[in-house]
């Protein structure tokens, strides 16, 4: 062993020494020598709380919710040789004015639109004629959603999705497709049925839930085609009942934060038992997508409606035939009702069964076979919900005093398209809107006056129109249409009236905001 000056080991020698001796140590003490081993940090692992899934009710009820594709016939105009005129979907006279194939035709003096000239020249049967080659190709139009609400094939739908469509095609979560058939449908309600042929094959279906079951605070769980994706699954909760968003006299809708979009119309909104709660029906959205306020058509309505539609492919409602409005504060007081309840009647239609059983203007219907009524939209959903030719018997308010009616319900008339016209409306009737207004909501879009007297203010839009999908806005206002300025919606609708006689198809619309000027093309004949 090495030693220092004075004649003791160096701290080197001596820290050698200990470590030598120590690892023959653990040799001798263990029979194996000893590993030396690195350590390192574990990967992050957290126990999580447990949380309720959906994706068991996802995985049961999808093969029974369907995307519904809407189809209606395009009239292709065909040349001599019969080619059908169809430049990617467009027709002749979407293309501009200053495409080769217009300057072509306006050079030669022909026009392809000339069905009349086709036919002299070939017939009937010939190219351009109603039965030759290439007349009413089917093309999608609308997509939506649906379900099944029975094994043998019956699908569920929102009447708007439907009402426009020739032919229906059913589009299962597999990918299937299989052609549909209208069995019924119901504006008053927005509900339709169609009827799928599985050739013996027995269909998955869902089965309504307990509207009394329905809580606010529930999670409930859509499913639907949102955009065309296909089967989509989003969650929420019920957040309110008893919604009233002014589309009919039977509103009774669930608000639901689920986030639903265009294209989940007619689409379920199930509870965690896979029943089915609501249908997709509406959103509230200033920005045209979903904020989380979402309108389902609770089942209890839904069963019923699909019943009758089902059955007789139509739905017979009771009427009573008297126009009623809300009873306000100021109203009860003036006639002595304890609290603003009830349906306040303005006038009895002449000759209906309101008229034959004795009511009269300014009684207020306050009770319906024993059960109170809450206001005038719950009356009129109630009678509504009767079969014709069933006794009510009414408690009415009159002269200060309680009486009773009894008023045996005759049959809501067929043409009463619109809560307006409809005697268990909850308002007064309303003066007919005017023709252009009409023609106007045909194209999804109502107009008022503009502030400066130049053009017309956009001053409400249907979200499922064609001018929504070309982004045209509340607020927005129309200063020229197939560049003629306008200031009136008479000035708009004797424009298209023109365009109609030219045989064009769509209208150019100028669009002022506060981004500028632009043009869009919408179709004349109502929603694209």
């Given at each position: 062993?090495l030693k220092?000056?004075?004649?003791?080991?160096?701290?080197?020698?001596?820290?050698?020494?200990?470590?030598?001796?120590?690892?023959?140590?653990?040799v001798?003490?263990?029979?194996?020598?000893?590993?030396?081993?690195?350590?390192?940090?574990?990967?992050?692992?957290?126990?999580?709380?447990?949380?309720?899934?959906?994706?068991?009710?996802?995985?049961?009820?999808?093969?029974?919710?369907?995307?519904?594709?809407?189809?209606?016939?395009?009239?292709?105009?065909?040349?001599?040789?019969g080619f059908?005129?169809?430049?990617?979907?467009?027709?002749?006279?979407?293309l501009?004015?200053?495409?080769?194939?217009?300057?072509?035709?306006?050079?030669?003096?022909?026009?392809?639109?000339?069905?009349?000239?086709?036919?002299?020249?070939?017939?009937?049967?010939?190219?351009?004629?109603?039965?030759?080659?290439?007349?009413?190709?089917?093309?999608p139009?609308?997509?939506?959603?649906?379900?099944?609400?029975?094994?043998?094939?019956?699908?569920?739908?929102n009447?708007?999705?439907?009402?426009?469509?020739q032919?229906?095609?059913?589009?299962?979560?597999?990918?299937?497709?299989?052609?549909?058939?209208?069995?019924?449908?119901?504006?008053?309600?927005d509900?339709?049925?169609?009827?799928?042929?599985?050739?013996?094959?027995?269909?998955?279906?869902?089965?309504?839930?307990?509207?009394?079951?329905?809580?606010?605070?529930?999670?409930?769980?859509?499913?639907?085609?949102?955009?065309?994706?296909?089967?989509?699954?989003?969650?929420?909760?019920?957040?309110?009942?008893?919604?009233?968003?002014?589309?009919?006299?039977?509103?009774?809708?669930?608000?639901?934060?689920?986030?639903?979009?265009?294209?989940?119309?007619?689409?379920?909104?199930f509870?965690?038992?896979?029943?089915?709660v609501?249908?997709?029906?509406?959103i509230?959205?200033?920005?045209?997508?979903s904020?989380?306020?979402?309108?389902?058509?609770?089942?209890?309505?839904?069963?019923?409606?699909?019943?009758?539609?089902?059955?007789?492919?139509?739905?017979?409602?009771g009427?009573?035939g008297?126009?009623?409005?809300?009873v306000?504060?100021?109203?009860a007081?003036?006639?002595?009702?304890?609290?603003?309840?009830?349906?306040?009647?303005?006038?009895?239609?002449?000759?209906?069964?309101?008229?034959?059983?004795?009511?009269?203007a300014?009684?207020?219907?306050?009770?319906l076979?024993?059960?109170t009524?809450?206001?005038?939209?719950?009356?009129?959903?109630?009678?509504?919900?009767?079969?014709?030719?069933?006794k009510?018997?009414?408690?009415?308010?009159?002269?200060?005093?309680?009486?009773?009616?009894?008023?045996?319900?005759?049959?809501?008339?067929?043409d009463?398209?619109?809560?307006?016209?409809?005697?268990?409306?909850?308002?007064?009737?309303?003066?007919?809107?005017?023709?252009?207004?009409?023609?106007?909501?045909?194209?999804?879009?109502?107009?008022?006056?503009?502030?400066?007297?130049?053009?017309?203010?956009?001053t409400?839009?249907?979200?499922?129109?064609?001018?929504?999908?070309?982004?045209?806005?509340?607020?927005?206002?129309?200063?020229?249409?197939?560049?003629?300025?306008?200031?009136?919606?008479?000035?708009?609708?004797?424009v298209?009236?023109?365009?109609?006689?030219?045989?064009?198809t769509?209208?150019?619309f100028?669009?002022?905001?506060?981004?500028?000027?632009?043009?869009?093309?919408?179709?004349?004949?109502?929603q694209?």
């Open positions: 062993m220092n000056f004075n004649g003791r080991p160096s701290l080197a020698t001596v820290l050698k020494a200990s470590t030598v001796a120590g690892i023959a140590a653990a001798l003490a263990t029979g194996v020598p000893l590993e030396i081993t690195r350590s390192y940090a574990e990967a992050v692992k957290v126990q999580a709380p447990a949380v309720p899934s959906f994706a068991n009710v996802v995985d049961a009820v999808s093969p029974a919710v369907v995307s519904v594709r809407v189809e209606n016939r395009v009239n292709p105009v065909a040349d001599n040789d059908s005129f169809d430049f990617n979907g467009r027709g002749f006279d979407d501009p004015d200053d495409h080769p194939l217009k300057r072509f035709f306006k050079q030669f003096g022909q026009d392809p639109n000339d069905e009349q000239g086709h036919q002299r020249r070939f017939g009937q049967n010939g190219p351009g004629g109603p039965n030759g080659p290439g007349k009413g190709r089917l093309r139009v609308a997509q939506g959603s649906g379900f099944f609400i029975s094994e043998d094939g019956y699908i569920v739908t009447n708007h999705v439907v009402s426009d469509g032919a229906f095609v059913a589009v299962m979560n597999d990918g299937t497709e299989l052609d549909a058939k209208l069995i019924g449908k119901d504006p008053r309600t509900l339709a049925v169609l009827k799928v042929d599985g050739k013996g094959k027995k269909f998955t279906y869902v089965n309504w839930a307990d509207d009394n079951n329905v809580r606010v605070g529930d999670w409930v769980v859509a499913v639907g085609n949102p955009f065309g994706l296909g089967g989509t699954v989003t969650a929420g909760i019920v957040s309110a009942r008893g919604r009233d968003i002014g589309s009919g006299p039977y509103d009774d809708y669930l608000q639901v934060d689920a986030a639903v979009n265009r294209g989940n119309s007619g689409g379920p909104t509870n965690l038992n896979g029943e089915v609501g249908i997709n029906t509406a509230f959205s200033p920005s045209g997508g904020v989380g306020i979402a309108f389902a058509i609770p089942a209890s309505t839904a069963r019923d409606v699909v019943a009758d539609l089902m059955k007789d492919g139509q739905v017979s409602r009427w009573l008297v126009q009623i409005q809300p306000t504060k100021d109203i007081e003036s006639i002595g009702l304890s609290e603003p309840s009830g349906a306040l009647v303005v006038a009895p239609q002449p000759g209906s069964p309101g008229d034959k059983a004795g009511m009269k300014g009684d207020v219907v306050t009770a076979n024993g059960e009524i809450k206001d005038a939209r719950d009356l009129s959903r109630r009678i509504g919900a009767m079969q014709p030719g069933s009510a018997e009414l408690s009415v308010w009159r002269a200060g005093k309680a009486q009773s009616l009894t008023v045996e319900l005759g049959t809501l008339p067929a009463q398209k619109d809560a307006n016209a409809d005697d268990n409306n909850n308002q007064p009737q309303q003066p007919e809107a005017p023709a252009s207004e009409k023609a106007l909501a045909d194209l999804g879009l109502t107009v008022g006056p503009s502030d400066d007297g130049k053009g017309l203010t956009i409400g839009i249907d979200p499922d129109s064609d001018a929504a999908d070309k982004g045209i806005k509340e607020g927005e206002k129309i200063t020229s249409v197939n560049n003629q300025e306008v200031s009136t919606a008479a000035d708009v609708v004797k298209l009236n023109q365009a109609k006689k030219d045989g064009r769509r209208a150019l100028q669009i002022q905001s506060s981004e500028g000027s632009r043009f869009v093309a919408l179709p004349i004949n109502g694209g």
